[in-house]
T-cell receptor, first 113, second 114 residues
């Protein structure tokens, strides 16, 4: 299994509070992604990174920011959590291959109350 | 833009039944196609992939053929087991998109009964 660790695995937070989710990889893969999984929507891309300090937005980036200061760590921050951000968040990694195959972490279940 | 459509679930089958989960796609470039599987409480795992037209991906008895003429990548298995119960996601990655991001269908839940 690819070495991807997400933390925390579960979190309950209050509306309006900041939240940071962490993704750590030991594979030295260049690309890292944050997706959210919601019923009826599959997985949707929030942000991705193609190198240290190189990030870009995905299709559902509003309300989220990311940072990548080291190859192995990719942080997702909800600046002010809202109930619509209640979801399961997955981190994924990929090496440059042209074929898009990705490896996923086990997910973080976030509940905003 | 690029998109993936897969059949609504849940799909409920008896053990040893034949499985088909339909997946069609829309792509502006040259997509690679994937099936991922998610077991309860876990992340997604790559099940199989195909990177060009007429390629057949296969793994653990599952197969899918990249059909460019019908823009489809249907997942099949000849004899399902209870352990195949999971959510299956069809996905594409546009080989001309430098982000290499995956675009997913909504997922199909499979329940196999003994």
């Amino acid at each position: 299994d690819a070495g991807i660790t997400q933390s925390p695995r579960h979190k309950v937070t209050e509306t309006g509070t900041p939240v940071t989710l962490r993704c750590h990889q030991t594979e030295n893969h260049r690309y890292m992604y944050w997706y959210r999984q919601d019923p009826g929507h599959g997985l949707r891309l929030i942000h991705y990174s193609y190198g240290v300090k190189d990030t870009d937005k995905g299709e559902v980036s509003d309300g989220y920011s990311v940072s990548r200061s080291k190859t192995e760590d990719f942080l997702l921050t909800l600046e002010s959590a809202t109930s619509s951000q209640t979801s399961v968040y997955f981190c994924a990694i990929s090496e440059y291959s042209g074929y898009g195959e990705a490896f996923f972490g086990q997910g973080t279940r976030l509940t905003v109350v | 833009g690029n998109s993936v459509t897969q059949m609504e679930g849940p799909v409920t089958l008896s053990e040893e039944a034949f499985l088909t989960i339909n997946c069609t796609y829309t792509a502006t470039g040259y997509p690679s196609l994937f099936w991922y599987v998610q077991y309860p409480g876990e992340g997604l795992q790559l099940l199989l992939k195909a990177t060009k037209a007429d390629d057949k991906g296969s793994n653990k008895g599952f197969e899918a053929t990249y059909r460019k003429e019908t823009t489809s990548f249907h997942l099949e298995k000849g004899s399902v087991q209870v352990s195949d119960s999971a959510v299956y996601f069809c996905a594409l990655s546009d080989q001309e998109d430098s982000s290499y991001k995956l675009i997913f269908g909504s997922g199909t839940r499979l329940l196999v009964r003994p």
